[in-house]
């Protein structure tokens, strides 16, 4: 169909009018989308889970990764873990990392794994089953406060 307009005496499409009509609508509806999913997709810091502090010979290294383990009547479950910055602190998220893990009073045990840490972590403190680092909370704590007590030296390897 085509149809004349009397200011402008030119030929007009009007099936060609609306799709452009119908493409802007798209593009604006697909450029809203892609803000609104932008603006959930930064980086949101998780501030209510339980903070610690790792050290290891009088220094707080950085990038090691604590893993907490929740103990109750013989069996270990991994419930969350935090990375610590690099004074030694952390904030414990579930194991999805996706929202602060609060501790509940019991029996916990931690693991620790380099992720780039300048010092080598002993073999023991990676296992469940021989980690020295066990905790009870209370609730009331205010942080796990985890030390790593080893009869050697730190090494400056990279591990």
């Given amino acids: 169909m085509r149809t004349f307009c009397a200011a ?3 030929k007009i499409n009007v099936r060609k009018v609306k799709t452009m009509s119908a493409l802007s609508k798209l593009q604006i509806a697909v450029a809203a989308l892609c803000v609104a ?9 998780l501030k209510d889970g339980t903070t610690g502090v790792l050290r ?11 893993t907490v ?11 969350g873990y935090g990375v610590t910055a690099d004074d030694g602190t952390f904030r414990l998220v579930t194991n999805s990392g996706r929202a602060a893990l609060k501790l509940a009073p019991g029996e916990y045990c931690c693991t620790l794994k380099s992720i780039g840490a300048q010092v080598r972590i002993p073999n023991e403190y990676a296992q469940v089953n021989t980690t020295p680092l066990r905790v009870t909370w209370s ?3 205010n942080g796990l406060d985890l030390e790593v007590r080893v009869g ?3 090494s400056s390897l990279h591990k």
């Fill in 37 to 45: 999913l932008l603006w959930g997709c930064g980086e949101r810091p």
């Fill in 8 to 10: 402008n005496p030119t």
């Fill in 69 to 79: 383990n929740h103990l109750e009547k013989n069996v270990v479950k991994a419930i």
């Fill in 56 to 66: 290891y010979h009088e220094q707080q290294p950085g990038h090691i990764r604590v």
């Fill in 152 to 154: 050697t030296t730190p």
């Fill in 139 to 141: 609730g009331n704590e």
